[in-house]
């Protein structure tokens, strides 16, 4: 007997679900924990989409970092609010006629450290 798409995608997510400690009781609510493990889920699509040039989870990512954004707007508001502060300023400066500019290599250098450093920051 043929398993159907649907079945074989339920497979593979209750698996990835249960290596990535995705809670079993999720149902919507923001948790750390939920949070945490779709970020594994979404590092492990990327690293797939990178590793074999298959776009067709792109889609899943996405999706996967809407509700991740949404998590952590809920569980970190005060966090949130500061990085869109943040954000806000930097492209007002970026407007700024005498503004420097940065290669690519730096911007994005300088965005993993803000991350790192924001991942580290006990929540």
Same mark, same amino acid.
Request: with cysteine; proline share 4%; hydrophobic share 35%.
């Given at each position: 007997?043929?398993?159907?798409? #649907?079945?074989?995608?339920?497979?593979?997510?209750?698996? #990835?679900?249960?290596?990535?400690?995705? $809670?079993?009781?999720?149902?919507?609510?923001?948790?750390?924990?939920?949070?945490?493990?779709?970020?594994? #889920?979404?590092?492990?699509?990327?690293?797939?989409?990178?590793?074999?040039?298959?776009?067709?989870?792109?889609?899943?990512?996405?999706?996967?970092?809407?509700?991740?954004?949404?998590?952590?707007?809920?569980?970190?508001?005060?966090?949130? /609010?500061?990085?869109?502060?943040?954000? /806000? /300023?930097?492209?007002?400066?970026?407007?700024? $006629?005498?503004?420097?500019?940065?290669?690519?290599?730096?911007?994005?250098?300088?965005?993993?450290?803000?991350?790192?450093?924001?991942?580290?920051? $006990?929540?």
């Amino acid at each position: 007997m043929s398993t159907s798409s #649907i079945e074989a995608l339920a497979c593979a997510w209750a698996q #990835i679900a249960e290596e990535v400690e995705f $809670p079993a009781d999720y149902e919507g609510t923001a948790s750390p924990e939920a949070h945490q493990a779709s970020e594994a #889920i979404q590092e492990r699509i990327r690293e797939h989409t990178v590793a074999t040039n298959d776009m067709r989870l792109f889609g899943l990512l996405h999706l996967l970092g809407q509700t991740s954004l949404r998590m952590e707007q809920t569980l970190w508001p005060e966090d949130y /609010e500061r990085m869109t502060r943040e954000v /806000e /300023e930097a492209l007002r400066e970026a407007d700024d $006629p005498n503004a420097k500019s940065y290669t690519h290599d730096e911007v994005m250098q300088a965005m993993q450290e803000r991350i790192d450093r924001a991942r580290d920051k $006990p929540h």
